[in-house]
């Protein structure tokens, strides 16, 4: 019982000295300095890839030859608003929302180089 309310006794000095040292600031800064770097590491790269893919598509015209997200591959022959019109064989024409297309493997005949 006496080895009960010894630890009993202690019990409130030992939390008094466990609390942190320092200000408001020095305890935020390793969250704000993880924040950082997972924007410089994963959000940065990923805009810049991002607009590279926009402006692809601003600049795809008739004839070009492209890659669809699921791996069809084509040559523009109308560019509407939305959507390419996309022929994939001789007689063979889909119609294919603009964010779908992955890359372009030629522009008006000239072969692109992959970055």
């Given at each position: 019982?006496?080895?009960?309310?010894?630890?009993?006794?202690?019990?409130?000095?030992?939390?008094?000295?466990?609390?942190?040292q320092g200000g408001g600031l020095v305890t935020f800064l390793p969250?704000?300095?993880?924040?950082?770097?997972?924007?410089?590491?994963?959000?940065?790269?990923?805009?810049?890839?991002?607009?590279a893919h926009e402006k692809m598509l601003t600049e795809l015209q008739?004839?070009?030859?492209?890659?669809?997200?699921?791996?069809?591959?084509?040559?523009?022959?109308?560019?509407?608003?939305?959507?390419?019109?996309?022929?994939?064989?001789?007689?063979?024409?889909?119609?294919v929302g603009k964010g779908f297309i992955q890359s372009v493997t030629?522009?008006?005949?000239?072969?692109?180089?992959?970055?």
């Amino acid at each position: 019982m006496t080895n009960m309310t010894s630890l009993l006794t202690t019990l409130p000095v030992l939390a008094q000295t466990a609390a942190p040292q320092g200000g408001g600031l020095v305890t935020f800064l390793p969250l704000v300095l993880l924040v950082g770097g997972m924007y410089f590491l994963m959000i940065a790269p990923q805009r810049k890839k991002q607009k590279a893919h926009e402006k692809m598509l601003t600049e795809l015209q008739s004839g070009d030859e492209v890659v669809t997200t699921g791996g069809i591959y084509g040559t523009i022959t109308n560019v509407k608003d939305d959507r390419f019109v996309i022929r994939i064989a001789d007689t063979t024409k889909v119609e294919v929302g603009k964010g779908f297309i992955q890359s372009v493997t030629k522009r008006n005949g000239v072969v692109e180089e992959k970055k």
